[in-house]
């Protein structure tokens, strides 16, 4: 038995179905539901697009991207790490500027930190030297404090033009704008940070321990992740709610959405934002994220700034600085978390105990919906449990088609394993946004002969309204993205089934139309934070919205049901005639992309490399995080091995090593300033001085020889985690030339002595024995770890 003489008789009945049966009323109709539909998420996008950069000659209480920018090129030309000649010159230049404008500035010189790691599986303490550079601005009528903030150092092997150049530029302009005008009436503190790439050490010594800091405040920090596209707020303390509503009206350019917030949770990324919030500080972090490909690599440089961004990014500084400056600074945390996304025009926020009723009622729509729809004869409750049933399937597929593709681009192409998102992603972006529609088309056109449009569009609306329930428990800030398009679909089909003829599209049309101004703005957002290596959570986003439209999708398909025999076979033929299309163009998009988005000596070809010196046995090491080598890395990797017992910075995991020439680099001197044993506890101070410019130096004690209960570093008190087979370790980022004293308690676990390993880490890799430089279109890698030279000695005290 064939399928095509077992039409939907329902759908020949409907008049509706049979008016819109006609082919060119079909087709008019489609095409101006796709033109509104394109039209509403063309100006979706267009809304967050960052604004137009203003000149040098802007008025002086505006903020002006070009003077900004000017900062930009003077300060982040090279690279400034933490405790670099360089961070010093760049560290004089803000305090000269800021007190330019005639700002009380100052310099906090201390020790800071908190327990962290480097390389994420060492599991010592960090602290680093800061100095951060404060200026202020004393309110005349305060009601507490805002914090503007920016870190100015950057990461050992690129500038930080963006990261974090376009915040710290932000803050100078800022500063320069608000000393200006009337001072606020609340006081305002810019703090550019030291450190936060090493540690947030900067702003975890600001935070707990800045005298202006003690009554905590309203921090705003200001962050890149990339070079380009829209400045998002996508960071909150909790309780948002009227912090939202101070954004959505204080800032020119409000981009920011609650869901940011869950997704942000899942990166492994951290900002100075964090020492703020764990020092019981409210406030907003904004970054941008787009342009990843340069993030933390010696590409993120002055001339990558896309000026239009941080034009955006000092713009919204600005207008937050002034209203918040100017607002009752007392309660601001109140009322719960708001749930909040851009829609053209401005920022739609609505209280977070809508998010559980909104959710139900979508739910309640779709029922209603369906109840009616079977009512009508449009579908019977067979059909409608099928659709449902079978509506999961793109929503499984599409993101699993989008996960299969980029593993295979990448079989195909290594270099993209170890890059933060391609150089040119739009391509790629696109391919699989039409991955998804393909997958989708696919799956509508095998099973609305069978199924019915109707019963297909109802499966769609239902699951959209099942993730709305399950995203309002498991992230309540994200619930709208499914919850609010099922209600606009649910209503709109409730209406349309009123309605007769091509009116019917209106109501639909309507219903899609929601859908496509919160889910456009989404798949769009998403692609830069999550890179194409998730680029599955993009086309999973791109099928909600595919489904939020289906009636508006079966438009652009031949009439379902309605004919017969040979007919019949002709409009199954033209009805997957649409998904082939649909695949033909996402293999050529595909193509293309593989074509354009190719590595050359401007978009070089990530690679990791460092050192490794045990002046123990005098053995050198080669060694390298990356997944699958580079020509270029391979030429000095053997194996792979484990080194953290050996070297505690590289940490646990499995790495590629290759044998090295041993250098003449010395090791770091450990010697006993005091030693006294009591009651079995041995107390015992020691100076750990590195004999060699370094960035970083560390101390691991062998839990085998004894058990650390107590640790401070030049005063500071750090804390012990004992988990591994260190019983302790700390790390000194941009130690003191002279080198420092760490006072431990401990028990030692026999008569024998304990046993350190100390560990210093610094530039210079290109000048050791047997390195080549990289030839053209071979780049670093944006790593915390690349280019790093580790020197190790034990030593038995
Ligand atoms: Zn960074």
Same mark, same amino acid.
């Given at each position: 038995m064939s399928a095509d003489v077992q039409q939907p008789a329902a759908a020949v009945r409907a008049p509706a179905e049979r008016a819109l049966a006609r082919p060119e009323r079909r087709a008019l109709t489609a095409l101006v539901a796709v033109v509104v539909l394109g039209a509403i998420g063309a100006i979706s996008l267009l809304d967050i697009r960052p604004p137009a950069p203003k000149p040098v000659s802007?008025?002086? +209480?505006?903020?002006?991207?070009? &003077?900004a920018a000017d900062h930009i090129n003077t300060f982040a030309a090279r690279t400034h790490v933490a405790g670099s000649a360089n961070n010093d010159t760049v560290r004089n230049y803000l305090v000269n500027t800021l007190s330019g404008f005639g700002l009380r500035t100052s310099v906090q010189d201390t020790v800071g930190?908190? $327990?962290?790691?480097?390389?994420?599986?060492s599991g010592a303490a960090a602290v680093a030297h800061v100095r951060n550079v404060v200026a202020e601005v004393p309110g005349t009528d305060p009601t507490g404090t805002v914090f503007l903030v920016a870190h100015y150092d950057s990461v050992q092997v690129g500038p930080g033009g963006n990261?974090?150049?376009a915040g710290t530029s932000s803050v100078l302009e800022v500063a320069r704008a608000l000393s200006q005008g009337p001072a606020p009436r609340n006081n305002v503190v810019f703090v550019l940070t030291d450190a936060e790439e090493a540690?947030?050490?900067g702003a975890l010594a600001f935070a707990s321990a800045h005298p202006l800091a003690k009554d905590g405040g309203v921090a705003l920090n200001l962050e890149a992740r990339g070079s380009t596209g829209p400045v998002i707020m996508f960071e909150t303390s909790r309780d948002n709610a009227k912090l939202v509503s101070l954004f959505r009206s204080a800032a020119p350019h409000p981009v920011g959405t609650s869901f940011a917030v869950e997704v942000y949770r899942l990166l492994p990324n951290d900002t100075d934002f964090t020492a703020f919030l764990g020092n019981d500080f409210v406030g907003l972090n904004s970054a941008y994220i787009d342009g990843g490909a340069v993030y933390h690599t010696p590409l993120d440089t002055p001339a990558s700034v896309d000026r239009r961004t941080l034009q955006q990014h000092g713009e919204n500084a600005l207008g937050l600085v002034r209203a918040f400056g100017a607002t009752d600074l007392t309660d601001l945390r109140a009322n719960g978390d708001a749930t909040y996304f851009p829609v053209p025009g401005t920022l739609v926020s609505y209280p977070g105990w809508l998010t559980w009723p909104l959710a139900g009622l979508a739910l309640l729509a779709v029922v209603g919906l369906a109840l009616l729809t079977v009512r009508s004869g449009r579908a019977t409750w067979g059909k409608v449990a099928a659709g449902f049933g079978l509506g999961l399937v793109p929503i499984v597929a599409a993101p699993l088609a989008a996960q299969l593709l980029w593993m295979l681009v990448t079989a195909l192409r290594p270099g993209y394993a170890d890059l933060l998102d391609p150089y040119r992603p739009l391509l790629w972006r696109l391919t699989v946004i039409l991955l998804a529609a393909t997958v989708l088309l696919t799956w509508y056109a095998l099973l609305r002969r069978r199924i019915g449009p109707a019963a297909l569009a109802l499966g769609a609306f239902g699951w959209l $309204?099942?993730?709305?329930l399950v995203l309002a428990a498991a992230t309540p800030g994200g619930s709208y993205l499914a919850a609010l398009p099922a209600l606009a679909g649910a209503l709109g089909g409730i209406v349309a089934? &009123?309605?007769r003829g091509a009116w019917t599209a209106v109501p639909l049309t309507v219903g899609a139309a929601v859908g496509v101004v919160i889910l456009v703005p989404t798949v769009v957002l998403l692609f830069p934070a999550l890179g194409m290596a998730m680029g599955g959570v993009g086309a999973l986003f791109a099928t909600l919205l595919g489904l939020a439209a289906l009636p508006i999708v079966d438009l652009l398909l031949p009439a379902a049901g309605g004919q017969r025999g040979l007919v019949a076979l002709r409009a199954r033929r033209l009805g997957l005639g649409v998904p082939v299309l649909a695949l033909v163009a996402t293999l050529a998009l595909a193509g293309s992309a593989f074509a354009v988005d190719r590595f050359d000596a401007a978009h070089p070809i990530p690679t990791h490399l460092m050192y490794a010196l045990d002046a123990d046995t005098g053995q050198a090491r080669w060694v390298s995080y990356e997944s699958s080598p580079q020509p270029w890395t391979a030429g000095y990797l053997a194996t792979r091995e484990k080194v953290g017992t050996q070297f505690p910075e590289i940490g646990a995991s499995t790495v590629r090593t290759g044998p090295a020439q041993a250098a003449a680099l010395p090791p770091a001197a450990l010697t006993v300033v005091s030693d006294s044993?009591?009651?079995g506890v041995r107390t015992l101070r020691v100076k750990l001085a590195p004999q060699r410019q370094v960035r970083l130096a560390a101390l691991h004690v062998d839990g085998a020889t004894a058990t650390v209960d107590q640790a401070s570093v030049d005063g500071f008190e750090v804390p012990v985690d004992r988990s591994g087979p260190w019983s302790f370790g700390l790390v000194f980022h941009a130690p003191p030339a002279g080198g420092f004293e760490v006072s431990l308690t401990l028990r030692p676990a026999g008569a024998g002595p304990v046993r350190f390993r100390?560990? +210093?880490?610094? +530039?210079?890799?290109?000048?050791l024995p047997g390195f080549k430089p990289r030839p053209a279109g071979v780049g670093v890698l944006g790593s915390h770890s690349s280019e790093l030279v580790l020197v190790v000695k034990s030593y038995l005290l």
């Open positions: 802007a008025p002086a +209480d505006q903020f002006s991207a070009a &003077r930190g908190e $327990a962290g790691d480097l390389s994420g599986s990261d974090d150049g540690c947030l050490c $309204a099942v993730l709305g089934l &009123r309605l044993t009591a009651g100390v560990e +210093d880490g610094s +530039d210079g890799l290109e000048a």
